[in-house]
């Protein structure tokens, strides 16, 4: 099995090379590859399957012992046209790679959850090419983001097999060397408007005269088309949609927004032009017409109130850990949550394919979008964060799906967030620093407890106890019942604002809780509570929710979670995706509650 969808699918052109499949590979104990010249060497003594690393089943070896060292090597095919750029390209490698092509060096990473590429053009050679790849994963670096993945040797508690290496899609494109390099799309849909921002590569000739054609269309009806003659690389544009008479008669009614009930997406066609009609460069993408903020103790979708439903998912598979087999399978997932009636999910302490992104906007699936955490807080382990968010952000910015950031968890790398000044300065500057970058989506300052400056007071909370723990369950139920009780009772050992922060008004999730323990399988493991068959699942559910719907100062809910994960039995689904009970009745029960306390928004 190997991974062959396109990897990209905001930024497409026809023309690409994938790169998955065998790889020569090697492990590197002593980090001597340097002294054996791997990056000249022929072969390489053993072979995987990229891009799945070498812990998992399906790369081919599955290997969970430590190896911080390892090497990459694939011979390929390709042409070096002249008048042409060649681009190598990663999905994501964990956690710092070196890249040589025909032994020459073109490039380095660090950073375990992004994409980046090379330009490998002047390194090519006639016919066949070598691509060699270096990767260093420190396995005790706590300084490192590395989310769930764990630095002991064996799996526990929380904490799950490491992942080191290729993880996500190697490719190649080639491209003229006058090219669109990027783009974004933000929606005013208070005016109407789509603002488009984009870059052309600096190899463009302005003595000739260069001009963008844009198309921008719905459901085959084209809302929007022109030519802007370019002046410099960078073109950004507000694009009046309200000129088309069909979109300014549904405007008022959203007909075209998106939302997870009507996932509606704009294709848009970018093609970059000579004077003389000949098109250099031709990209397709799309963008959702939507509006997200925070207000009167809410959150918004389009101006109007949306409650989110929510459902924690942790992205493992269990013959491909952080990789999904294939693309069906990350669209499996959100048709799964979907059937059991959550709008979306938190993607938890990993930064996911953008096939996973494409499907939720396609499909509708709301995503709180999440970086891992490092362990402990370190100038360095800061730097490498704040550079991995840079990077988030500018890979997924046009996905509508994504409605929220969260750039912190339970104070995982800032460990005394309570009360050191600096700790909580770091706090307010991811949370402000993501504001600078992306201005059109809420972000919570550290989900969990101990929150600083932030837009949701997002509260983790498990203490609600088995069936038969009666006043456990009615304590739960008093501290979720009103505003003054989320935020004067302390959900755990910690408060819900570090010391000298308070609520401003902001709207109050739960956004961990649930976590029901249950054994279908030969499983060994745990949960937060724990139940014997099906019909103890449901009523437990149905228990949990009825505290989430009596309360009167939630505004949504991420349930823990959505399957299980290695020792963690505490998922609606097994790891291998099975369901443990009837899905239609969860939905029932995430369906049978709006909030009673739903005002009446006016939008015109």
């Known amino acids: 099995m190997s991974r062959v969808e396109y990897p990209r699918p905001q930024f497409v052109r026809s023309e690409w090379l994938n790169l998955n ?202 809302i929007a088309e022109d030519r802007i003659k370019l002046t410099g690389r960078n073109v950004k544009r507000a694009i009046d949609l309200m000129q088309n008479k069909i979109f300014r008669s549904n405007f008022h009614d959203a007909g075209f927004a998106w939302t997870p009930e009507n996932p509606n997406l704009f294709d848009v066609k970018l093609e970059l032009v000579k004077d003389d009609g000949h098109v250099l460069d031709t990209v397709t993408s799309y963008f959702g017409y939507r509006k997200v903020h925070t207000e009167s103790g809410m959150v918004f979708l389009n101006n109007r109130p949306y409650y989110q439903k929510l459902v924690l998912d942790q992205g493992y598979w269990p013959e491909g850990l952080l990789t999904a087999p294939s693309a069906s399978d990350l669209k499996k997932d959100i048709e799964l949550a979907k059937d059991m009636g959550f709008n979306g999910c938190r993607k938890h302490q990993k930064t996911e394919d953008p096939l996973f992104l494409y499907y939720a906007d396609t499909l509708g699936f709301l995503v709180w979008g999440e970086c891992a955490s490092a362990p402990v807080y370190t100038e360095k382990a800061a730097a490498r964060l704040m550079k991995e968010w840079m990077e988030i952000v500018e890979r997924d910015y046009n996905h509508p799906s994504i409605v929220t950031w969260v750039p912190l968890n339970e104070s995982w790398g800032v460990p005394d967030i309570h009360a050191d000044k600096k700790q909580q300065h770091f706090s307010k500057t991811m949370y402000h620093m993501l504001h600078a970058i992306d201005g059109t989506r809420p972000v919570i300052s550290n989900d969990g407890w101990e929150a600083t400056t932030t837009d949701i007071c997002a509260i983790h909370n498990y203490n609600h106890g088995n069936h038969e723990e009666k006043v456990k369950y009615e304590y739960f139920k008093e501290t979720l019942a009103s505003v003054e009780n989320l935020l004067s009772h302390a959900h755990g050992k910690w408060q819900v604002y570090a010391n000298g922060y308070s609520h401003q008004g902001e709207p109050i999730m739960l956004t961990e809780f649930g976590g029901i323990g249950f054994k279908v399988d030969d499983q060994k493991g745990w949960g937060y509570t724990s139940v014997e068959t099906e019909e103890e699942y449901v009523r437990d559910f149905r228990r949990i929710m009825d505290a989430i719907y009596q309360s009167k100062g939630l505004w949504g809910y991420c349930y823990t979670q959505l399957t299980d994960v290695e020792q963690e039995i505490n998922g609606i689904l097994t790891y291998n995706r099975k369901p443990k009970c009837d899905l239609s009745l969860l939905k029932e029960i995430n369906y049978q509650f709006y909030p009673a306390r739903l005002p009446v928004v006016k939008t015109d």
């Open 21 to 222: 499949g065998p790889w020569q590979f090697e492990f590197d104990d002593r980090n001597e590859g340097w002294k054996e010249k791997y990056a000249n060497q022929e072969k390489l003594s053993c072979e995987i399957n990229v891009p799945f690393v070498y812990q998992s089943e399906l790369s081919g070896i599955n290997d969970r012992s430590i190896h911080e060292y390892i090497w990459y090597k694939k011979e390929i095919e390709l042409d070096n046209p002249a008048d042409k750029l060649t681009l190598l390209h990663f999905g994501a490698v964990d956690y710092y790679c070196k890249v040589y092509v025909n032994g020459h060096f073109v490039g380095e990473h660090e950073g375990g959850h992004t994409s980046f590429h090379f330009n490998i053009t002047d390194k090519l050679v006639k016919g066949k090419q070598t691509i060699t790849v270096f990767v260093h994963d420190p396995f005790d670096d706590e300084t490192i983001p590395r989310g769930k993945q764990f630095w002991e040797k064996e799996s526990r508690g929380i904490w799950y097999t490491n992942s080191t290496g290729i993880w996500q899609t190697v490719w190649i494109e080639q491209i003229e060397k006058e090219h669109i390099e990027s783009v974004k799309f933000t929606s005013d849909l208070d005016n109407g408007n789509v603002w488009i921002d984009l870059h052309i590569s600096d190899f463009i000739h302005f003595k000739e005269h260069r001009f963008l054609d844009y198309s921008i269309s719905f459901k085959d009806l084209v």
